[in-house]
């Protein structure tokens, strides 16, 4: 898909090399501001991915930005190349015309015990949540 300016908004692929970078509302914080496993899930539903943005498309301001009520939110980082090594997740650019998104990445995959344990150990914290 193209915008006004004719750029294609086509899938690409991501180098393991490349961060992602994710949204965490402060209700899924601890005092220490470490992620709460149950942060990492498929939203709307099981059946979609977990939504991140790729960082050749945005930054960690941008990210936060998106959100509703963007002091409530604090962004993390994944290396895309660890987020791969997890058990049963793939990473998957998916453009979002409709919200204006070029950075937009899903990661699909079951989130069951294991893998919401195991991306909880490798993601690094960019902003925290304003007090």
């Excluded at 899930?41 to 959100?67: C, I, V």
């Excluded at 195991?118 to 925290?128: D, G, M």
């Amino acid at each position: 898909m193209a915008d006004e300016l004719g750029v294609t908004w086509e899938r690409q692929d991501i180098p393991d090399i490349d961060l992602l970078w994710m949204r965490v509302h402060r209700m899924w914080l601890g005092a220490d501001g470490k992620v709460f496993p149950g942060a990492f899930k498929n939203r709307p539903s099981d059946k979609d991915g977990m939504s991140t943005d790729w960082q050749k498309y945005a930054t960690p301001e941008q990210t936060r930005n998106r959100a509703k009520t963007p002091k409530d939110n604090a962004v993390i980082q994944f290396v895309v190349g660890a987020v791969r090594k997890v058990a049963d997740q793939t990473v998957v650019h998916t453009p979002d015309r409709a919200t204006n998104n070029r950075a937009h990445t899903d990661v699909y995959g079951e989130k069951h015990t294991e893998a919401r344990l195991q991306l909880s150990r490798i993601y690094t914290p960019v902003i925290s949540v304003e007090p």
